[in-house]
């Protein structure tokens, strides 16, 4: 998957804002020195909508970055696209790992909700009544909202 400028902000967050915001200075100076991040951004499209899963902070780094390069796109091996179903995000796998479900068109998961990982693994039996604990309405449907909101 390329990404350009322009593509970087159709992009939909699973986030209303920045767990920490003064990380998206710090991404943008790495970038520039040439930093290679072990993980990679991730991104999963659903229903013709593409999700940004993880990277929220590159992502807002690397659009400032490229604002004045159009034609210039985040490096291919540092994004990683799956396509996948709304179940995907809807149904918990605790094999996997996923224990927050929630339906991304309308719900943001909370950017700090790993606090309570330990709580929602006591109480999985119980998921569907915690949803307080790690998600919220969606407030932003871009990048660069993202961005202003935080």
Known sequence: MKLFYNDIN???PT???LRNPHKREMFK???LTGTQFKSKIVIYTCIDTNFVHDGHHRLCAWM???APYPDISIPE???SHQIVDLDWFTIPNKQSGWLTPFNPFVEVRL??????KEQLLKEYD???NLGHLYKEPRRTQSI???????
């Not at 950017?111 to 309570?116: M, N």
């Not at 660069?144 to 935080?150: G, N, Q, R, T, V």
Request: a negative charge; zero cysteines.
């Open 64 to 66: 400032e970055i490229l």
């Open 144 to 150: 660069k909202e993202l961005m202003e909101s935080s």
């Open 15 to 17: 986030h209303n804002k």
């Open 10 to 12: 159709t992009l939909v």
């Open 111 to 116: 950017p700090d909700f790993f606090k309570q």
């Open 126 to 128: 119980n998921i569907s």
């Open 77 to 79: 091996n540092q994004i």
């Open 29 to 31: 100076n790495l970038i």
